[in-house]
């Protein structure tokens, strides 16, 4: 059975965090569906990278994944605008789907009211906001607790992605 990560996109992402996530999530056969709060729209990054969402939200909301991937840049800021796009994370969580969040991807589990009590990492200027909402912040590339897996920048990427895979291939190997 293939796999399916769900990777959320709105605008402003940070061009490296979504890009590198999907063609590496793909590289690894998995099927990966970029989710926004409108299907078929276009999105454009901080650098100006373009992507166009698969499905929105809500269509993501019926259908059954083993991941979901936040990027960072200034797209959660926006994706927490739209209750469809939080409702699909608490839902993850929920489900105890793998949690992917780099750098401002956090403020999403902030406001999906999930991160409490979880050790995790984001960008610095949001540690504080990690802290507020009941996070132990911990400045490490990578930071996994339970299904959450957080990094802070781009740099951290390939061992963001790979904990993803581990955790995926762990989760999920009868599936």
């Known amino acids: 059975m293939v796999k399916i990560v769900f990777i959320l996109i709105e605008d402003l992402f940070e061009d490296p965090e979504l890009i590198y996530p999907y063609y590496r999530m793909k590289e690894e056969g998995y099927k990966v569906f970029l989710v926004g709060p409108e299907k078929g729209m276009v999105y454009t990054g901080k650098k100006g990278v373009k992507m166009t969402s698969d499905i929105s939200a809500e269509e993501a909301l019926g259908m059954k994944a083993h991941a979901l991937i936040i990027p960072g840049g200034y797209s959660p800021d926006l994706m927490r605008r739209h209750r469809s796009m939080v409702e699909l994370v608490e839902q993850a969580s929920r489900n105890c789907l793998v949690i992917g969040a780099i750098c401002h991807g956090p403020w999403m589990l902030i406001e999906a009211d999930i991160i409490r009590g979880i050790k995790a990492t984001g960008f610095y200027s949001i540690a504080k906001d990690m802290i507020n ?37 762990a989760y999920f190997k009868d599936s």
Do not use: H, Q, W
């Open 133 to 169: 909402a009941g996070a132990e912040y911990i400045d490490n590339e990578v930071v996994v607790d339970k299904n959450i897996i957080t990094s802070r920048k781009p740099d951290d990427l390939p061992e963001f992605c790979k904990s993803i895979i581990v955790m995926i291939e």
